[in-house]
């Protein structure tokens, strides 16, 4: 009912930028919190960042005054803006929505993107 797509991913060396975004689309009425979690190899999958319809954000202590995590909600989209980029960086980046589907009820459901490979090379 709902597809997130995401893009911007690549590699990009250390101290390097990227942005990444991801446009919601299908049957929905409203998203509340929109966010971005990531996974390296080996590890579990952790959020880095999200934000919510009124534009409250939070962010992983390891990215904070690095990433920046912003969103256009009449596009239904998501940016990640990602600064000063470190190998640790280097991960599968997800992107995540709660959606409300019809005017009816008070139920949001979880999304995910397929994600997008960040790889920050030293």
């Known amino acids: 009912q709902v597809q997130l797509v995401e893009s911007g991913g690549g590699l990009v060396q250390a101290g390097g930028s990227l942005r990444l975004s991801c446009a919601a689309s299908?049957?929905?009425?409203?998203?509340?919190?929109m966010g971005w979690y990531r996974q390296a190899p080996g590890k579990q999958r952790e959020l880095v960042a999200a934000?919510?319809?009124?534009?409250?954000?939070e962010s992983a202590e390891s990215v904070k005054g690095r990433f920046t995590i912003s969103r256009d909600n009449a596009k239904n989209t998501v940016y990640l803006q990602m600064n000063s980029l470190k190998p640790e960086d280097t991960a599968v980046y997800y992107c995540?929505?709660?959606?409300?589907?019809?005017?009816?009820?008070?139920?949001?459901?979880?999304?995910w993107g397929q994600g997008t490979q960040v790889t920050v090379s030293s």
């Open positions: 934000i919510t319809s009124g534009g409250r954000t």
């Open positions: 299908g049957t929905i009425f409203s998203i509340n919190t």
């Open positions: 995540n929505a709660g959606v409300k589907h019809t005017y009816y009820g008070t139920a949001y459901y979880d999304y």
